[in-house]
């Protein structure tokens, strides 16, 4: 199993591009979800999914747009690049567990992707 | 909305000793969940140990253990015998209910472990 992959490790922008930030799993999880991590400050959620055809805003949505038509596919647009959004962002998926008297969602995080708006 | 906090923001321990990084948090959910992250220098985010609200018992997974104190809403994690490996950022991160997948991370903390 590779895990979760993100492509690409490192992209620069300059404002105004748009880009794609893929995100693949292939371990059929049903959830995914995708983070920012900025300096001093922790992962912060960006968007979310609970299944093919389910998405939903997290913390910090502005910005980005996704969709998942697959299972193992979880794509991030940036529609219009913003310094603002200069970042490490982290793909996760994560599945149903058992632990204790309740069930949780152990996250798989990808490798993360630097991007650096000019 | 729910809040976490880690107020040390850097720890300096020598190797084989234990040490404790704190977390605390505000929720009035009756029922979440909360997790620690190590994420080395090399970036990965490593999932460590989880806690329960309703688990009576402090989680422990190898050297690292859960000092959960519900009353206090403190889950502090103790790592046991450091090594130079452990050196890393920690972040502790809580979820409110169970099952759920949405994720609120603390600030960290940036474990140095000197030999």
């Known amino acids: 199993n590779a895990g979760v992959t993100q492509t690409p490790k490192f992209q620069v922008l300059k404002t105004g591009q748009s880009m794609t930030l893929q995100c693949a799993q292939d371990m059929n999880h049903e959830y995914m979800s995708w983070y920012r991590q900025d300096p001093g400050m922790g992962l912060r959620l960006i968007h979310y999914s609970v299944g093919a055809g389910i998405t939903d805003q997290g913390e910090v949505p502005n910005g980005y747009n996704v969709s998942r038509s697959t299972t193992e596919d979880f794509p991030l647009r940036l529609l219009s690049a913003a310094p603002s959004q200069t970042s490490v962002y982290f793909c996760?998926?994560?599945?149903?567990?058992?632990?204790?008297?309740?069930?949780?969602?152990?996250?798989?995080f990808g490798p993360g992707t630097r991007l650096t708006v000019l | 909305a729910q809040k976490i906090t880690q107020t040390q923001p850097g720890m300096f321990v020598q190797e084989k000793e234990a040490v404790t990084l704190d977390c605390t948090y505000d929720t009035s959910d009756p029922s979440y969940g909360l997790f620690w992250y190590k994420q080395p220098s090399s970036g990965e985010m490593i999932f460590l140990i989880y806690?329960?609200?309703?688990?009576?018992q402090n989680a422990t997974e190898g050297r690292y253990s859960l000092n959960f104190q519900k009353a206090r809403k403190s889950a502090n994690l103790v790592i046991s015998a450091s090594q130079l490996g452990d050196s890393a950022m920690y972040f502790c991160?809580?979820?409110?209910?169970?099952?759920?997948?949405?994720?609120?991370f603390g600030t960290g903390t940036r474990l140095t472990i000197i030999p």
């Open positions: 996760a998926s994560s599945y149903l567990t058992s632990g204790g008297l309740s069930s949780y969602n152990e996250q798989f």
């Open positions: 806690q329960g609200s309703y688990d009576q």
């Open positions: 991160a809580f979820a409110s209910n169970f099952g759920n997948e949405k994720l609120t």
